[in-house]
């Protein structure tokens, strides 16, 4: 079946310091590649995503390249921010299919502090 | 535009009862999709509906129910509430052409 594992947390960071948090998944076929982020109190924000390999998902400043080789997903930013502290999710979804379902790493929460 | 809307956002029932959670899709979109979270975990798939049917199911046992209306908004019923219901329940809506979900702000539900 279909699975993603991500490294445990916290990630604890000082503003401006690069951040990496990792992804690898198992899957049949090409799946999509998503990252999903979660402010405390609320739902899932879509980050990223990236739909075939070599694909680079980007937002805000935040950077995730599809590595079926390695099949990874790591979750970059240059330079964080206090606002960016959260849970993230890595997440697949099989394709080809029309009515996709989303499988979830277990999360990895960020800390920045000042 | 509003997205994703569920209620209530909070809600506590005792173990036994019966719940039901409300869901409405973002405008445009006529997947409906629910996931359990447990605290600390990444959230699970329960059902996914459209067109009015139940087209996939996760691992969840019958006391897990639901339904789409043609307004495409949905519930969630859960019967015979066990403790380790306690959790976020999170819908989720989209379309068949789209593999990124639009999620919205969740129902926490606390079983005693």
């Known amino acids: 079946g279909n699975s993603v594992t991500q490294m445990e947390g916290p990630v604890t960071l000082s503003e401006e310091a690069f951040l990496t948090i990792n992804c690898t998944y198992t899957a049949t076929g090409y799946p999509s590649l998503f990252w999903y982020v979660q402010y405390p109190g609320e739902g899932l924000q879509l980050l990223l995503k990236?739909?075939?390999?070599?694909d680079k998902g980007s937002n805000k400043g935040f950077e995730a390249t599809y590595r079926k080789e390695t099949t990874s997903f790591h979750l970059e930013k240059g330079s964080v921010q206090v606002s960016d502290s959260a849970v993230y999710f890595c997440?697949?979804?099989?394709?080809?299919?029309?009515?996709?379902?989303?499988?979830f790493g277990k999360g990895t929460m960020l800390l920045v502090s000042p | 535009d509003a997205g994703v809307t569920q209620s209530p956002t909070h809600l506590i029932k005792t173990r036994g009862q019966q719940v039901t959670l409300r869901c409405s899709p973002k405008?445009?979109?006529?997947?409906v999709s629910w996931y359990q979270q447990a605290l600390g975990q990444g959230p699970q798939f329960i059902f996914q509906y459209y067109e009015e049917e139940e087209r996939q199911r996760g691992n969840f046992p019958d006391r897990f129910s639901g339904h789409q209306f043609p307004n495409y908004s949905s519930e969630l019923n859960v019967n015979a509430l066990l403790l380790g219901d306690s959790a976020l329940y999170l819908c989720?809506?989209?379309?068949?052409?789209?593999?990124?979900?639009?999620f919205g702000s969740g129902t926490r539900l606390t079983v005693v």
């Open positions: 405008s445009g979109h006529d997947t």
């Open positions: 989720a809506s989209g379309t068949r052409e789209d593999y990124g979900y639009t």
């Open positions: 997440a697949l979804t099989p394709k080809p299919s029309g009515y996709s379902t989303l499988t």
């Open positions: 990236a739909t075939k390999a070599d």
